[in-house]
């Protein structure tokens, strides 16, 4: 396994179409986080998954979005009625989580252009 | 609340300068974790450092070096003999250990290094 994947890696959409980003986990991995990070920005914590159970959800992640795992594996991350302001990069992480290791890794990311 | 600042917005030195980047954060929680992430153009998050709040020593990998001191809340970054692979923007970020272990990233600093 070579890491976290995500697809598409771009998309431009024209504002009011729905979207759907994919990220792949590292295999085994049971956490999944998604960040969204815009132009000039750190990345933003938008929500993360325990298994196939959504733990948390931030203030960011408005009504138009919705995230799923429905396997505890890959996750999907749907805008509905995209805005210019959802334009940005979308990463997605996962985490094997137990106190020996840690660490989030991070996938390249799905850049949106909302135009 | 956590928070993470890097006052430095963007730097500019010569190849083979040393260079410090300055971090600031904020946290009530006694026990957290700080991080360091590299984001070369390509975009992706390279991870670079994880210290825990109990460990206070500084660590130096290669020219990669980190000064962390509780009493003023700072988590600095040394590279030393700067190279122009080095250009990126760098991120510092918390995780409070908390059940989600969410992180808070900094803006970033970004870096650029000079021929």
């Known amino acids: 396994d070579t890491g976290v994947s995500q697809n598409p890696r771009h998309k431009i959409t024209k504002r009011g179409q729905n979207v759907t980003f994919r990220c792949d986990p590292i295999?085994?991995?049971?956490?999944l986080y998604w960040y969204r990070q815009t132009l000039g920005q750190g990345p933003e914590f938008l929500t993360y998954?325990?298994?196939?159970?959504?733990?948390?959800k931030s203030r960011l992640l408005s009504d138009r979005f919705s995230a799923e795992r429905p396997k505890g594996s890959f996750s999907t991350l749907e805008i509905q009625r995209t805005e210019q302001g959802d334009s940005a990069m979308y990463l997605c992480a996962s985490s094997l989580q137990n106190r020996a290791d840690y660490e989030q890794y991070f996938g390249p990311g799905t850049r949106l252009t909302v135009t | 609340a956590q928070k993470v600042t890097q006052a430095q917005t963007e730097i500019s030195v010569v190849e083979k300068e040393d260079v410090t980047l300055d971090c600031v954060y904020e946290?009530?929680?006694?026990?957290?974790?700080l991080f360091w992430y590299k984001q070369p153009p390509s975009g992706e998050l390279v991870f670079l450092i994880r210290r825990n709040s109990f460990d206070e020593q500084n660590e130096i990998s290669g020219r990669y070096s980190w000064n962390f001191q509780k009493s003023t809340s700072s988590f600095n970054f040394t590279i030393t003999a700067s190279q122009v692979v080095d250009s990126a923007v760098y991120f510092c970020?918390?995780?409070?250990?908390?059940?989600?272990?969410?992180?808070?990233f900094g803006k970033g600093t970004r870096l650029h290094i000079l021929p």
């Open positions: 295999s085994e991995h049971n956490r």
């Open positions: 970020a918390l995780s409070e250990a908390r059940r989600d272990d969410k992180i808070i």
């Open positions: 998954f325990q298994n196939e159970a959504q733990l948390e």
């Open positions: 946290t009530r929680d006694t026990t957290y974790y």
